[in-house]
């Protein structure tokens, strides 16, 4: 196996949302906020070799939308889903699945393009099988208020007019990829769990969406349950004590991956780094 980070640029959002209860005079000396109260975040993949398969984890933003919506976020930086993927050296045709943690934008939108004459949303990646879960998929598909407009019909309703999509129901369709499925950011939200030589690395999505929020009560107003989140990272953030596991951030904007260790505090990161440094 092996495994590359994919990174597809950086964006912005309001600081407050993404701490939730946490005062800004805490959080702003991890993240400091801009001017418009908002801060950076990454928008950080994993490409995964293993045997004949090649294995996506999420898509980032992507480019399809308008400039008006492209102003809420300010999307930035110089590597895209593409580059990244021709820096690791494949094309978007050798992609043989595409795992999506779940269906909000920034995690999808790279998922479906538009064709070479504007006419067409099409998958970006035309031999992949895209795996979500159906509890997951109706969730986004009949979106409640609150959480409407992360869920875009550009970036969901193509993937399965293509005939692409398949659900995760059971045992995992992957060899050396399980998945944890949790409830208090959106429905069943899928975090895979690598199988890598001896170690597990947990692709943390927006459960633990940076290193920043490894403390139990730093969850983001955007959880739709916050109460289930804190008890579902305890769990995971427990097990990642007990058993050394490597955790993978989307969206930190400096660090991709930490391990973690019991304190007097509770739980604290005993070291964050590049992923390969842990591998």
Known sequence: ????????????????????????????????????NLCTWAMRCLLIEDGDRL?????????????????YYDPHGDATLQSSIAN?????????DVILTHLHFDHVGGAVHFSSDGSQLLPTFPNATYWSNEAHWDWAVNPNPREKASFLKENIYPIKESRQLKFI???????????IMVDGHTEQMMLPVIHYQDKKIIYAADLLPSSFHIPIPWVMSYDMRPLQSMTEKTNVLQNAVNEGHILFFEHDPIYQAALVE??????????????IEFL
């Open 1 to 36: 196996m092996t495994i590359h980070v994919i990174d597809t640029g950086f964006f912005k959002l309001d600081g407050g949302a993404m701490f939730g209860v946490v005062p800004k005079s805490i959080w702003n000396k991890q993240n400091p906020a801009d001017e418009n």
């Open 55 to 71: 294995i996506l984890i999420d898509t980032g933003m992507g480019d399809k939308q308008d400039a008006k919506f492209f102003s």
């Open 88 to 96: 690791a050296g494949f094309q978007p045709a050798d992609i043989t």
């Open 169 to 179: 129901s059971g045992d995992s369709p992957f060899a050396n990829i399980d998945f």
């Open 262 to 275: 019991q304190t007097e505090k509770g739980i604290r990161i005993k070291e964050r780094a590049a992923l």
